[in-house]
């Protein structure tokens, strides 16, 4: 199975700043890297598709990038409703999808 | 808009069988990818299974010898069976869609406690 990663695993921000979260594959998935955001007592919710494709509704803030192993979530401009879980998820090879640990992101 | 919804017992002995029942509403099963997530403090987000749109089905290795995932077109829902179950499989159980190679869609989740 493909083991995904996640840095930091907890953040602390404040409002309008620039957020980055980190994704490692354990093996080569070109772009098949998913984003999800996870409030407390929600489900998951899919940010970011395709690496760096925006689902329908997300806020431009939102940006993703990377292939192969290494991939990233950009925030910029944190707004008050990111506060979040952020967990991202591969389909390279799967079944079994693999997510991610996931990187909680706190008001500081 | 399509919305899942799973329901089932909240509570399983250990030994018994977990069974969960997801509904879906805006698509046809006949036409999209159907999974089972769980979600542990400890393991995070795991995959179960899931059944295709022409009632295929894939099983995550760790769960393949308890799991079972069975689809019911008729009332557009599709089932969980995780048997043998110990205090180790307590979790929110969430039933999604996949389309292509992502979920865009998840049900609201179903918290499952394994005990006696």
């Known amino acids: 199975d493909i083991q995904m990663t996640q840095s930091p695993s907890s953040l602390s921000a404040s409002v309008g700043d620039t957020v980055t979260i980190t994704c490692r594959a354990s093996?080569?998935?070109?772009?098949?890297l998913n984003w999800y955001q996870q409030k407390p007592g929600k489900a998951p919710k899919l940010l970011i598709y395709?690496?760096?494709s925006l689902q329908t509704g997300v806020p431009s803030r939102f940006s993703g990038s990377g292939s192969g192993t290494d991939f990233t979530l950009t925030i910029s401009g944190l707004q008050l409703e990111d506060f979040a879980t952020y967990y991202c998820?591969?389909?390279?090879?799967?079944?079994?999808?693999?997510f991610g640990p996931g990187t909680k992101v706190n008001i500081k | 808009q399509v919305q899942l919804q799973e329901s089932g017992p909240g509570l399983v002995k250990p030994s018994e069988t977990l069974s969960l029942i997801c509904a879906v509403s805006?698509?046809?099963?006949?036409?999209?990818?159907w999974h089972w997530i769980r979600q542990t403090p400890g393991k995070g987000l795991e995959w179960i299974g899931n059944?295709?749109?022409?009632?295929?089905?894939n099983y995550n290795p760790s769960l393949k010898s308890r799991v079972s995932i069975s689809m019911d077109t008729s009332n557009n829902q599709f089932s969980l069976a995780l048997t043998s179950v110990t205090p180790a499989d307590t979790a929110i159980y969430y039933c999604?869609?996949?389309?292509?190679?992502?979920?865009?869609?998840w049900g609201q989740g179903t918290l499952v406690t394994v005990s006696s």
């Open positions: 093996q080569n998935i070109a772009t098949y």
């Open positions: 059944i295709s749109s022409s009632g295929g089905t």
């Open positions: 999604a869609r996949l389309i292509l190679w992502w979920i865009d869609s």
């Open positions: 998820q591969q389909s390279y090879r799967a079944p079994p999808l693999t």
């Open positions: 805006g698509d046809s099963l006949s036409s999209s990818n």
């Open positions: 395709a690496t760096s």
